[in-house]
């Protein structure tokens, strides 16, 4: 499968989980384009003061910070992370992104069904 991103419309996602603002979401692959074992991979920009809530899947996701800083939420933590991070989520853990910086936070975020 090949995909020119650039031609991948924007979707722009408010308040988020109940997270502050609204993003820009690129959505490079989703489920129906039959990958096994693969949800999604979203390209993100989070502007600063822009925050995905604190919320809980029953898939794991993978948050991989190409740039900027922010604080990382997980369960009961706030994780301070800057870019390159990435984060492993498991199934059934709270997890939310708030970026307390300057700068934007570039964030790819992949969903993977477990097992």
């Not at 988020?16 to 920009?45: N, R």
Request: negative net charge.
């Amino acid at each position: 499968m090949l995909r020119d991103a650039t031609a991948i419309p924007t979707i722009p996602y408010a308040a988020c989980h109940g997270g502050i603002g609204a993003f820009d979401c690129w959505e490079l692959l989703v489920a129906k384009d039959g990958i096994p074992g693969l949800l999604y991979i979203h390209d993100d920009i989070l502007l600063p003061g822009v925050s995905i809530g604190l919320h809980l899947h029953q898939h794991a996701e993978v948050y991989y910070i190409q740039e900027g800083m922010g604080l990382l939420l997980w369960d009961d933590e706030k994780i301070a992370v800057a870019a390159p991070h990435v984060s492993v989520i498991r199934a059934g853990h709270r997890h939310g992104l708030m970026n307390i910086g300057t700068q934007r936070i570039r964030l790819v975020v992949i969903g993977l069904r477990e097992g």
